[in-house]
């Protein structure tokens, strides 16, 4: 067995990609340096397709996209030059590489001491092509379901809007397949496979660490949705998204980069122009903060034995938890702090199990969440404003008053703060940049308004 040594690693090679309308399995192959191929493989449920000259282009368009982007999860494990053979890339897919690269593996370069500046080039050789075509996508939505808050509530606002839709999901987590049963909604699950030998890369010292998954799973459903003939690619991130973490003599590091607007506007207007210009990528909830997303889903109690935010239950490797939520982690704090003005308290704890505000043992993690005396974490959670808005909501609840966390924040904290930032209702108006098209977003707004 070949021994990885990935300070050897001079170049990483994107090889070739391929799809099989008859499987509707499509390829994924990587190498470094002359080592032995690495082969993803994305399996898209309804096969076979058949495909006309234009749309054929177009899935061929979005196919190399995916494998452009979803090497990202290779090329970590040795960050090296990188080789492009069987096809060229002009200069705005290498800018849009570039951009997915630097940022969404910000993170892992921080948490490795790596710069990754010098290191992450694209080389484009080809001239910009003619724009994307219009290919008769019909209106229908594929909408992204991860099995939290945040999908479920984008699902309902679609239906209450008349929006059709069907969901889709990556990935084998039964949690997520109980979801969009509970839904009631027609679903696709796509498959991903990884190349089996990452696994013994990792083991044998290869860099680890995280990388922009939304951006690899936003190449997967455009891919999906041209294969179905589908017009709007459908997440659900929200505003808060943007903020990263602001971390001592380093700056701001964005954990869910690739959830964030920066990403959603590049990628799709990426897609509209150069994969298919009837194309609609979007996220539903980009105009809501946390708060308001989670006031939002407080509205209804049919999720509630279903949905789960804990990123335990969706790690490839390890333990899951016993239950929907592990209660330890800064998901399930955060969660748990944002549903809590605005669902009954009880309601809440036999959500979760337990009442993690009266648990002294979490005080660590609140602090983070809070930016006090240490940094958001490294999570897909909301912004310390909204933390610090959230538990000031609860001190003025009898019920929550007295919870250990509750009680020491009215103690210790809040007097340290500025009373004009610690009030909800600015967090929870409905606002900003987004890519929603306009009259779908005018029904959607008198939804979350009702």
Known sequence: MTIFDRDKVETFRFIRCRFDADSGVAQLVYAFDDGPELVEKITVPGAPFSLDGARASAVERALRLLHLIAGVSYYKAAPSAVRIEGYAIDAETAALL?????????????????????????????????????LGLRNHALT????????????????????????????????????????????????????????????????????????????????????????????????????????????EINHQWSKGWAFEKHFGEYVERHIAADLRYYSLLRPLSELAVARQFAKTDHYDA???????????????????????????????????????????VNIFGRNLLDDMEQVRGYDALLEYRDHKPFECVGEGRESRAALTALTHKPEWREDALVARFIREIQPQLEPAGLTIEPLLRIGGEHRVPAPLWERVRAHFAA
């Open 98 to 134: 570039e951009d997915i690269y630097l940022n969404g593996l910000a993170e892992f370069a921080y948490k490795n001491g790596l710069d990754l500046r010098e290191r992450i080039h694209f080389p484009a050789t080809a001239t910009t092509g003619a724009a994307a075509e219009t």
């Open 144 to 251: 992204a379901v991860g099995g939290g808050k945040d999908s479920l509530v984008s699902i309902e606002a679609l239906r209450s809007a008349g929006q059709p839709q069907t969901l889709a999901w990556i990935g084998s987590s039964q949690l997520i397949r109980s979801c969009a049963e509970r839904t009631g909604l027609p679903h696709w699950q796509v498959g991903r496979a990884l190349a089996p030998e990452l696994f013994e890369i990792n083991r044998q010292g290869a860099y680890n660490g995280h990388i922009p998954v939304t951006a690899i799973n936003s190449a997967i459903l455009v891919l999906t949705a041209l294969l179905h003939g589908v017009g709007q690619v459908v997440f659900s991130n929200e505003r808060s998204a943007s903020a990263g973490s602001l971390v001592a003599d380093t700056g």
């Open 306 to 348: 279903y949905f789960s935010s804990c990123n335990r239950n969706f790690h490839i490797l390890g333990e899951k938890p016993a239950q929907r939520w592990c209660g330890m982690c800064p998901k399930c704090h955060f969660v748990f702090l944002a549903l809590a003005p605005f669902m009954p308290k009880t309601r809440l």
